[in-house]
């Protein structure tokens, strides 16, 4: 129901399901317009790397909802299997996830991952009206990643301390080799 | 002829060291030890935000890891300078940068936050207390008139590697998670042991212990050689108790700046980036007054102690400036003063250690230095809570900066009840005492004539060479 004055359009109407949301705009003739964007609380930070975890082990994903906004119902997360979003249900696997969620926070434990746990996780904060969604990346990967780099630090720690106990070995002898070579007996001389 | 058997009897004695040569090469070697104990320990909290989501505790048991960490290599410094007494100093240093670099190998393996700190903490911590105090008496023997110097090059490494490790940290956490960047970790520690292998061994006036291994000596004799390689006979010495005590001072206050200045900046009202800049422009002004000051300080227009007294006279003074100017709520006096501070701070570092010599001696350094770190580490564990406190109780931080600032004062006052302060020049190094019975320093004599030997023979034909 829209009001028309000559300063003011006033447009009143009541949000009753999701379908209420999106933009709306204003227009004045050709010479202004107004956008307004109706819509949940929407998760602000998104974590753009990567979650990294090791094959056997758990892992631990949170989102946070910004306190100044308002706290959601529950939370709900999902697991992006290429095609859809399927939620994840803990009563169905309570041996691998395990979801706490308190206020603006929730967790998703994922145990005992393995490499086909890989990939996008959204988690969803459900209020009244709609949910909104945030998205985490999880990637797993096997202790020999890391292992590389290592061992050829390792390698380098070995190579230098070798070195540098060759290279003194070798200048002592050549000391003495000189030191017996023009006075063969050093104590007479003195 | 002569000449040869006065350079001898110098080396012998081991009054002058030489300078330069092989001396710069440990500098090096200390460059790259100390990053990797203090910068490495600087650059830590990176890793606990991980820890704090992954074992789900509260930041304070998280921060108790680096806590153990730095008690353990304060509380095992003396131990450390016993056994290079004992031993050689190179396989204690070897030996300390292994066990460095086994504690974060195993801590990458760790199901429970007592895991890391037993690995993370005690483990590593020994390492460190194993490398650092060795390292450092190792690179102050090896010189005289550029002894400043030389340690101010090698501690200007903390500084800079902290800025180096940051982001590389930051990087390894992101590409390996917190367990492989450990691993990581552990194999870049192990580097230490190639620092070690640089010390190269020898012959010192600590010899009975390699003579009488067969024999079984009373327990009495062998409490007394521990005494010696611990040094405790420095602790009843008047001039060592007094520099201790004025240290131990200044570790009460010369923490609290690094601590709080950020908290501090917050609550007048800069940005989160602007305290945080403040701190790093510090840490940059904190390199450079330590290779000045020890460059300075080698020149020789002054006493070492009239030095230190000075920059550590400026520090105090300037950390009680510091919650003055941000008072006056401006920006660029917090930064100015902080830019001083940085300066003095890491200049009066230098300092310290190049006067312990003075105070003891050279040969005796390695042992006064492991006793010097453990007793000033209470000041360290002190001095941070006590200002905490004080800010709790006081609502802000202006109580706590200006006891810290007196408590660096304090530290300098009693600098000035040393012996021989107001000459204008060094008094000898005291000697350490004879403890030993006459059998044993005949036996001594043989032996550092039968090790040194080879030495002197070497020395002997240069000099006739030239």
């Given at each position: 129901m829209s009001q028309l004055s000559f300063?003011?359009?006033?447009?009143?109407?009541?949000?009753?399901?999701?379908?209420?949301?999106?933009?709306?705009?204003?227009?004045?003739?050709?010479?202004?317009?107004?956008?307004?964007?109706?819509?949940?609380?929407?998760?602000?930070?998104?974590?753009?790397?990567?979650?990294?975890?090791?094959?056997?082990?758990?892992?631990?994903?949170?989102?946070?909802?910004?306190?100044n906004k308002p706290t959601p119902n529950s939370w709900n997360w999902f697991k992006y299997n290429g095609t859809e979003k399927e939620q994840i249900s803990v009563a169905a696997e309570p041996h691998r996830y395990l979801i706490s969620s308190e206020g603006w926070k929730t967790k998703l434990k994922v145990k005992n991952v393995s490499e086909a746990d890989s990939g996008l996780y959204y988690c969803g904060a459900v209020y009244a009206i709609s949910t909104s969604l945030s998205h985490v990346e999880l990637k797993v990967i096997t202790i020999l990643e890391p292992l590389k780099p290592f061992l050829s630090i390792l390698v380098e720690v070995v190579i230098l301390v070798a070195a540098i106990l060759i290279y003194e070995r070798s200048h002592s002898k050549r000391k003495e080799a000189e030191a017996d070579g023009p006075n063969a007996d050093p104590m007479n001389t003195q | 002829m002569t000449n040869s058997k006065l350079k001898s009897k110098s080396q012998g004695n081991g009054v002058e060291s030489p300078d330069g040569g092989w001396g710069w090469v440990l500098v090096v070697a200390m460059f790259v030890s100390t990053s990797l104990v203090f910068g490495l320990m600087r650059s830590l909290g990176v890793f606990f935000v991980e820890f704090v989501q992954y074992f789900e505790e509260n930041a304070q048991a998280i921060s108790w890891i680096s806590s153990i960490g730095l008690a353990a290599q304060q509380f095992f410094s003396p131990l450390g300078a016993a056994l290079c007494n004992a031993y050689n100093t190179r396989p204690v240093v070897m030996t300390g940068g292994f066990l460095s670099g086994l504690g974060l190998i195993l801590a990458s393996q760790a199901t429970c936050l007592v895991h890391l700190y037993l690995?993370?903490?005690?483990?590593?911590?020994?390492?460190?207390?194993?490398?650092?105090?060795?390292?450092?008496a190792t690179v102050m023997a090896n010189f005289t008139h550029r002894r400043a110097l030389a340690v101010g090059l090698g501690f200007s490494s903390i500084g800079l590697s902290s800025f180096a490790f940051n982001p590389l940290f930051q990087l390894l956490v992101e590409t390996y998670a917190w367990r492989g960047a450990l691993l990581i970790l552990g194999g870049l520690s192990l580097n230490i042991m190639a620092c070690g292998a640089l010390i190269r061994p020898e012959c010192r006036s600590k010899g009975p212990a390699k003579l009488d291994s067969q024999s079984r000596l009373p327990?009495?004799?062998?409490?007394?050689?521990?005494?010696?390689?611990?040094?405790?006979?420095l602790l009843c010495e008047r001039p060592y108790l007094t520099y201790t005590l004025g240290v131990t001072l200044f570790?009460?206050?010369?923490?609290?700046?690094?601590?709080?200045?950020?908290?501090?900046?917050?609550?007048?009202?800069?940005?989160?980036?602007?305290?945080?800049?403040?701190?790093?422009?510090?840490?940059?002004?904190?390199i450079f007054g330590r290779i000045v000051s020890g460059w300075f300080s080698d020149l020789?227009?002054?006493?070492?102690?009239?030095?230190?007294?000075?920059?550590?006279?400026?520090?105090?003074?300037?950390?009680?400036?510091?919650?003055?100017?941000?008072?006056?709520g401006s920006y660029s006096a917090l930064m100015v003063i902080s830019l001083l501070y940085g300066f003095c701070s890491g200049a009066l570092t230098s300092m310290v250690f190049a006067v312990v010599p003075m105070i003891m001696g050279v040969?005796?350094?390695?042992?006064?230095?492991?006793?010097?770190?453990?007793?000033?580490?209470?000041?360290?564990?002190?001095?941070?809570?006590?200002?905490?406190?004080?800010?709790?109780n006081t609502g802000n931080y202006v109580a706590s900066f200006m006891v810290a600032g007196s408590f660096v004062l304090?530290?300098?006052?009693?600098?000035?009840?040393?012996?021989?302060?107001?000459?204008?020049?060094?008094?000898?190094?005291?000697?350490?005492?004879?403890?030993?019975?006459?059998s044993d320093a005949l036996r001594l004599e043989l032996a550092q004539k039968n090790c040194c030997s080879s030495e002197m023979n070497h020395q002997a034909v240069e000099q006739t060479k030239r």
């Amino acid at each position: 129901m829209s009001q028309l004055s000559f300063l003011s359009l006033v447009f009143r109407f009541s949000i009753v399901n999701e379908e209420n949301l999106g933009n709306y705009t204003c227009v004045f003739g050709n010479v202004a317009e107004l956008v307004f964007i109706l819509a949940a609380p929407q998760i602000g930070e998104i974590r753009d790397k990567p979650i990294v975890s090791y094959v056997g082990d758990f892992v631990v994903l949170t989102c946070k909802m910004e306190e100044n906004k308002p706290t959601p119902n529950s939370w709900n997360w999902f697991k992006y299997n290429g095609t859809e979003k399927e939620q994840i249900s803990v009563a169905a696997e309570p041996h691998r996830y395990l979801i706490s969620s308190e206020g603006w926070k929730t967790k998703l434990k994922v145990k005992n991952v393995s490499e086909a746990d890989s990939g996008l996780y959204y988690c969803g904060a459900v209020y009244a009206i709609s949910t909104s969604l945030s998205h985490v990346e999880l990637k797993v990967i096997t202790i020999l990643e890391p292992l590389k780099p290592f061992l050829s630090i390792l390698v380098e720690v070995v190579i230098l301390v070798a070195a540098i106990l060759i290279y003194e070995r070798s200048h002592s002898k050549r000391k003495e080799a000189e030191a017996d070579g023009p006075n063969a007996d050093p104590m007479n001389t003195q | 002829m002569t000449n040869s058997k006065l350079k001898s009897k110098s080396q012998g004695n081991g009054v002058e060291s030489p300078d330069g040569g092989w001396g710069w090469v440990l500098v090096v070697a200390m460059f790259v030890s100390t990053s990797l104990v203090f910068g490495l320990m600087r650059s830590l909290g990176v890793f606990f935000v991980e820890f704090v989501q992954y074992f789900e505790e509260n930041a304070q048991a998280i921060s108790w890891i680096s806590s153990i960490g730095l008690a353990a290599q304060q509380f095992f410094s003396p131990l450390g300078a016993a056994l290079c007494n004992a031993y050689n100093t190179r396989p204690v240093v070897m030996t300390g940068g292994f066990l460095s670099g086994l504690g974060l190998i195993l801590a990458s393996q760790a199901t429970c936050l007592v895991h890391l700190y037993l690995t993370m903490g005690v483990i590593s911590g020994l390492g460190w207390g194993l490398v650092f105090t060795p390292m450092v008496a190792t690179v102050m023997a090896n010189f005289t008139h550029r002894r400043a110097l030389a340690v101010g090059l090698g501690f200007s490494s903390i500084g800079l590697s902290s800025f180096a490790f940051n982001p590389l940290f930051q990087l390894l956490v992101e590409t390996y998670a917190w367990r492989g960047a450990l691993l990581i970790l552990g194999g870049l520690s192990l580097n230490i042991m190639a620092c070690g292998a640089l010390i190269r061994p020898e012959c010192r006036s600590k010899g009975p212990a390699k003579l009488d291994s067969q024999s079984r000596l009373p327990c009495s004799v062998m409490l007394q050689r521990v005494f010696s390689y611990l040094e405790v006979s420095l602790l009843c010495e008047r001039p060592y108790l007094t520099y201790t005590l004025g240290v131990t001072l200044f570790n009460f206050g010369y923490f609290v700046p690094y601590f709080h200045l950020v908290a501090h900046s917050r609550h007048v009202g800069f940005s989160e980036y602007g305290a945080a800049f403040i701190m790093s422009a510090a840490g940059v002004t904190d390199i450079f007054g330590r290779i000045v000051s020890g460059w300075f300080s080698d020149l020789g227009h002054f006493r070492v102690i009239h030095l230190l007294i000075l920059w550590t006279v400026l520090a105090g003074v300037f950390i009680m400036l510091l919650p003055v100017s941000s008072l006056m709520g401006s920006y660029s006096a917090l930064m100015v003063i902080s830019l001083l501070y940085g300066f003095c701070s890491g200049a009066l570092t230098s300092m310290v250690f190049a006067v312990v010599p003075m105070i003891m001696g050279v040969e005796r350094m390695m042992g006064g230095l492991g006793l010097l770190q453990l007793i000033e580490s209470c000041g360290g564990l002190l001095g941070t809570p006590l200002s905490g406190w004080l800010r709790d109780n006081t609502g802000n931080y202006v109580a706590s900066f200006m006891v810290a600032g007196s408590f660096v004062l304090l530290g300098s006052l009693t600098m000035t009840t040393l012996p021989h302060f107001f000459s204008c020049t060094d008094p000898p190094p005291p000697k350490r005492p004879v403890l030993i019975d006459n059998s044993d320093a005949l036996r001594l004599e043989l032996a550092q004539k039968n090790c040194c030997s080879s030495e002197m023979n070497h020395q002997a034909v240069e000099q006739t060479k030239r």
